[in-house]
């Protein structure tokens, strides 16, 4: 979906800031987010792309004035009252009153470490040829999708060229909707002049994952 959350080349907001002694958490409770979300037990369909989603439903002003981990608890929060894991009261309070069917024993402490980092496997079967091949001039497509969509705006319209191909992997679009569906995923180089002609290089390339859906012939 189009939101605040696209801010690829956005005017407006000024330069990124970058800080080379940044810690890895401002604070602690921001470091106890990461632990909940990394061990906590969530609804049955709930995947990172269904996340993503929740998270690109936050209206835009609280987008632009609260933290980022603050997305994270906004996200989850929404995902386990809509699905009858907790209440409004319990989030509240901090206690829970209730004990879903079906959920197991939480993690411990000790084993919440073991989680972090942890990859998931995001290849499926292809069942039918992929379509373009590396060195392929392709052109992003002009879509304006309802639900979630990992193809930037920035992109959308503009030529490129086809990198490296990937395999086919779990569509993120159908993915965070309940629709376990791959497709051929490639890197996409984009020229920056083309991107920004007003401050892009001419020798500098933006390299973009696009799954096949986002991509036509140039």
């Known amino acids: 979906m189009d939101g605040i959350h696209d801010m690829g080349g956005m005017q407006g907001f000024g330069p990124v800031e970058h800080d080379d002694d940044e810690p890895v958490y401002h604070t602690e409770w921001e ?6 979300a990394a061990s906590r037990t969530a609804p049955p369909g709930s995947n990172m792309d269904w996340g993503r989603h929740l998270i690109e439903c936050i209206p835009p002003d ?25 209440t409004i009261k319990e989030l509240i309070s901090g206690k829970a009153e209730t004990m879903p069917e079906g959920v197991g024993e939480p993690m411990t402490p000790e084993e919440v470490p073991m989680v972090f980092g942890r990859r998931y496997n995001t290849i499926m079967p292809l069942d039918h040829p992929e379509r373009f091949k590396t060195g392929d001039t392709v052109r992003a497509r002009q879509m304006s999708p309802s639900g979630h969509t990992r ?42 002049s083309d991107l920004w002609p007003e401050d892009g290089g001419k020798n500098d390339y933006v390299y973009i994952d696009m799954w096949e859906s986002y991509l036509e012939p140039a």
């Open 31 to 36: 470091a106890r987010m990461r632990g909940i």
């Open 151 to 192: 193809l930037p705006r920035y992109a959308r319209g503009h030529e490129g060229r086809i990198h490296a191909y990937y395999g086919c992997q779990i569509l993120p679009d159908a993915n965070a909707h309940g629709e376990k569906r791959g497709e051929p995923l490639y890197s996409v180089a984009f020229r920056a």
């Open 62 to 86: 609280d987008y632009l004035t609260i933290a980022y981990y603050n997305k994270w608890y906004l996200a989850d929060a929404a995902n386990f009252v809509n699905e009858g894991y907790v």
